[in-house]
């Protein structure tokens, strides 16, 4: 028997898993999720990793030298649609932190069947938008979720 993961999802070792459930909202005059409606999930499977992992982008942009993220590349390869009403899981995982980068998989999955994935890079910046190092408690906290046991320096 599988446990429900709660709202903000839950890691299954250095993944986070985030359920999602499609409306109406979410697709186009057919009840196919729109295009653009993939980026929003993925969005918000990024951010409840970062919840998890105790990095809460509030606390960034609070801080004395505040930090933020900006989506600097995206490759996404839509497999197979999801329709209104499915209940879907993001599936987030971070393969790479170096600099001010940070890369991410993600994928999108209805049970087993793989609906669409994407590859994401993302940077931090000051909140003018320009570059800057990672934040040293971000760094700490997310040091154990990085593929390959790469730090984030």
């Known amino acids: 028997m599988q446990v429900p993961l709660p709202s903000v999802g839950g890691f299954d070792g250095s993944e986070h898993l985030?359920?999602?459930?499609i409306y109406y909202e979410d697709t186009d005059f057919t009840g196919v999720v729109y295009h653009a409606s993939y980026l929003k999930f993925f969005e918000r499977g990024?951010?409840?990793f970062l919840r998890a992992a105790g990095v809460e982008h509030r606390a960034l942009l609070e801080a004395p030298d505040p930090a933020?993220?900006?989506?600097?590349k995206l490759s996404i390869q839509y497999r197979a649609p999801a329709r209104v009403d499915d209940a879907l899981v993001v599936r987030t995982r971070l393969s790479?932190?170096?600099g001010i980068r940070l890369r991410a998989h993600q994928r999108l999955f209805r049970e087993a069947d793989l609906l669409?994935?994407?590859e994401v890079e993302i940077v931090c910046i000051r909140p003018g938008g320009r570059p800057r190092r990672a934040p040293?408690?971000?760094?700490?906290r997310l040091a154990p979720f990085v593929g390959n046991n790469r730090d984030i320096v």
Do not use: K, Q
């Not at 985030?18 to 459930?21: D, F």
């Not at 040293?136 to 700490?140: C, G, N």
């Open 18 to 21: 985030l359920p999602v459930r």
């Open 46 to 48: 990024r951010t409840e």
């Open 68 to 72: 933020a993220f900006a989506v600097t």
């Open 96 to 98: 790479y932190g170096h």
């Open 116 to 118: 669409c994935e994407a």
């Open 136 to 140: 040293d408690l971000m760094r700490e």
